[in-house]
C-alpha cells in the first residue's frame, strides 16, 4: 500500500476538531463522488476513493485517531520510514505509514456498509457471485386514449438477459472439462485497490464463475448468459394517466444462479384523442352546432368514452361557447365517476345560396337588425 504523505483530515475536509458526524458525513459525501462504480476506469478517482478510505478509517476509530493526533503533532507524519515500502519511498520523504498505528485498519467493505447502511443490495463488495435477486425492470408503455380510460390488455416486449438454458450459466459446453480461471484464482473476483483497502470486483475473464471452459458453449459463447425476449401481457386498470405504474411481481430479471426473479414495472403514457380531453376523472369535447340549432333549439348526440351515444338537448338561443354536463359519463376509477362536458360551438355558414341569401334578409328586416 501507498504510504499516505497527505493529512487524513485535509483529504476529508474536516478540520481536526470534527466531531464523529462531520467525519462520517464527509467520507459518504467523497466515498460516493470516488466510487469505483460511479468512475470506471478512472484510476485517479480510484486513488482519491482508497485515500478517502484509509483516512475515514482511521478518523473513524477514536483509538487510531487519537494515536494518528498524537503522531501528527510531534511533528506530522514524519516517524519513522515506512516499513514496507522504504526501498519506494525514494529516500527524502518521511511517511506515515498505517501499519504503524494499532490493528491497521478493516475490510473495506465492512466500512463502506457500515457508512452507507448497506444490506443485502450493497454494491460495493458484498457482491454475491451465487443466487443473486434479478434486477426490477422498467418499461415504459404507450396506450390509447380509450384503452387508458376503460382499462384493457396491452402485450409489452421484455428483453431479459438470463442464464442460458444450454449451459445452465456454466457456459461451458455441457460434458466438458473446466479449469479454474488464472485470472481471479477461481475466486471469481479481482481485488480493485491493494492491502486492506480492496475492493472486489467480478472478474471479467471468466465472468465472476471463477471457472474458464475448455470448450465453450455455443449458445452464448461462453458467456453463460443470454439476452432473452418475452412478450409479457399487462393489464392495464381502467382510469390510468401518463405516468400511473403497475408492478408485475417475478417478472422481472431472473436471478443469476437461481436467484429469484425482480419485479417488472410499467409505467403508462397515454396518448392524446382527437375529440377527448381529460381532467381528472372529467372528459372534455367541444362539438360544433349551427346557428339553427343554436337559434331554435335542436337534439343532438353525443359520443361518451364508455362508447354510448346520449342525446343532448339544446335550447333556444344557445350562444357558442356554452358547456352542457352529462353527469356520470366522466372517467370511472376506484369507485368514482368523472362527467362529461360538452361545449358547443355555433359554426357561421361561411356561403348561403342565393335562396338562402335573401331568407337572411328576411330575417334581418324582421328583427330589425340590419336598418
Ligand atoms: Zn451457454
Ligand atoms: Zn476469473
Known amino acids: ?77 514524519g516517524i ?55 434486477r426490477n425492470m422498467e418499461y415504459m408503455v404507450e396506450i390509447p386514449f380509450l384503452m387508458a ?26 460434458g466438458t472439462e473446466t479449469r479454474g480461471c488464472p485470472e481471479c484464482g477461481g475466486t471469481g473476483d479481482i481485488l480493485f485497490g491493494q492491502g486492506g483497502f480492496a475492493v472486489k470486483r467480478p472478474c471479467p475473464a471468466c465472468f465472476s464463475r471463477g471457472k474458464i471452459p475448455g470448450v465453450p458453449c455455443g449458445s452464448c459463447s461462453g458467456r453463460g448468459a443470454v439476452r432473452q425476449q418475452r412478450k409479457i401481457q399487462v393489464t392495464v386498470p381502467p382510469g390510468v394517466e401518463t405516468g400511473s405504474r403497475v408492478q408485475l411481481s417475478g ?27 381529460r381532467d381528472g376523472l372529467n372528459v372534455h369535447v367541444a362539438v360544433p352546432i349551427n346557428i339553427v340549432q343554436a ?21 333556444e338561443g344557445t350562444q357558442s361557447g356554452t358547456k352542457f354536463r352529462i353527469s356520470g359519463q366522466g372517467i370511472r376509477k376506484d369507485g368514482h365517476t368523472g362527467d362529461q362536458y360538452i361545449e358547443v360551438l355555433v359554426e357561421v355558414p361561411e356561403e348561403l345560396t342565393e335562396e338562402e341569401h335573401r331568407a337572411m334578409e328576411e330575417f334581418a328586416t324582421a328583427t330589425g337588425m340590419r336598418h
Open 1 to 77: 500500500m501507498a504510504p499516505a504523505r497527505k493529512d487524513f483530515y485535509q483529504i476529508l475536509g474536516v478540520d481536526e476538531k470534527a466531531g464523529a458526524e462531520k467525519i462520517k458525513k464527509a467520507f459518504r459525501t467523497l466515498a460516493k463522488q470516488y466510487h469505483p462504480d460511479a468512475n470506471r476506469g478512472d484510476e485517479k478517482a480510484a486513488e482519491q476513493f482508497k485515500e478517502v478510505g484509509e483516512a475515514y478509517s482511521v478518523l473513524s476509530d477514536s483509538a487510531k485517531r487519537t494515536q494518528y493526533d498524537q503522531m501528527r503533532s510531534l511533528g506530522a507524519f
Open 80 to 134: 519513522g520510514p515506512d516499513r514496507r515500502s522504504s526501498a519506494h519511498a525514494q529516500g527524502a520523504h518521511p511517511v506515515f505509514s498505517f501499519d504503524d498505528l494499532q490493528g491497521g485498519f478493516g475490510n473495506f467493505s465492512d466500512l463502506f456498509s457500515s457508512v452507507f447502511d448497506l444490506g443485502k443490495q450493497s454494491s460495493a463488495g458484498a457482491r454475491k457471485r451465487h443466487r443473486e435477486s434479478g
Open 149 to 174: 380510460v376503460r382499462g384493457g390488455k396491452v402485450s409489452v416486449d421484455v428483453s431479459y438477459t438470463e442464464d442460458c438454458a444450454t449451459c445452465g450459466g456454466e457456459g461451458a459446453t455441457p
Open 251 to 277: 417478472q422481472g430479471e431472473k436471478g443469476r444462479g437461481g436467484g429469484k426473479r425482480g419485479n417488472l414495472i410499467i409505467t403508462f403514457r397515454v396518448e392524446s384523442h382527437r375529440f377527448f380531453k
Open 295 to 315: 337559434t331554435l333549439g335542436s337534439k343532438i348526440k353525443v359520443q361518451t368514452v364508455s362508447g354510448q351515444k346520449v342525446v343532448l338537448r339544446i335550447p
